[in-house]
């Protein structure tokens, strides 16, 4: 019975955060507004990410209802941070009028995301490379390995320089 209501108060604060938010349910931002443990949408629509939560309040009546006891647990506290950080951020939307994310701005704050991404995989690729690197036993192995590693350092330079330039673009559009 206990759970019943749990479940029940979870879905009415789910639904008026959906009320709460109505104005703001379409309205893009410039990044996502939230930790990636938190949600995992990358999306910067306030509405994927209450769907997110009430995706996670489904699956946690599913657990109750077959009684995976851990589960429950985790889903249960990790959709209570998820709505307490949704209410935040409702709160704070009236604050953040500069995040609209005007059609150009829009264009080049999604190239600086995908080269933030470019970056950070390349950052990995060359940490993997120098790993591998300190473990190779013979020298061949250790030329490849450099040269690989002068590839991506190549590669890494090319990427900041673009990253630079879209930073100095989306400046200039904000300003």
Request: with cysteine; glycine share 2%.
């Amino acid at each position: 019975m206990k759970t019943a209501l749990l479940l029940q108060t979870l879905q009415n604060q789910l639904t008026s955060l959906r009320t709460q938010a109505a104005p703001l349910m379409q309205h893009a931002t410039l990044k996502p507004r939230f930790d990636r443990q938190l949600f995992r949408t990358r999306s910067t629509v306030m509405k994927d990410y209450l769907d997110e939560a009430q995706a996670n309040l489904d699956e946690l009546g599913h657990a109750v209802e077959k009684a995976q006891t851990e589960q429950v647990n985790w889903l249960a506290t990790h959709l209570a941070e998820q709505i307490a950080a949704l209410h935040r951020e409702i709160a704070a939307w009236p604050l953040r009028v500069w995040d609209s994310a005007s059609a150009g701005a829009t264009k080049w704050q999604r190239k600086r995301l995908e080269h933030q991404e470019f970056e950070r995989r390349l950052c990995e690729m060359k940490s993997e490379r120098e790993a591998r690197l300190n473990q190779a036993e013979t020298l061949e192995e250790q030329q490849i390995l450099m040269r690989e590693i002068t590839a991506l350092e190549g590669r890494l330079e090319r990427c900041r320089k673009a990253l630079d330039d879209i930073e100095r673009v989306i400046a200039r559009l904000t300003r």
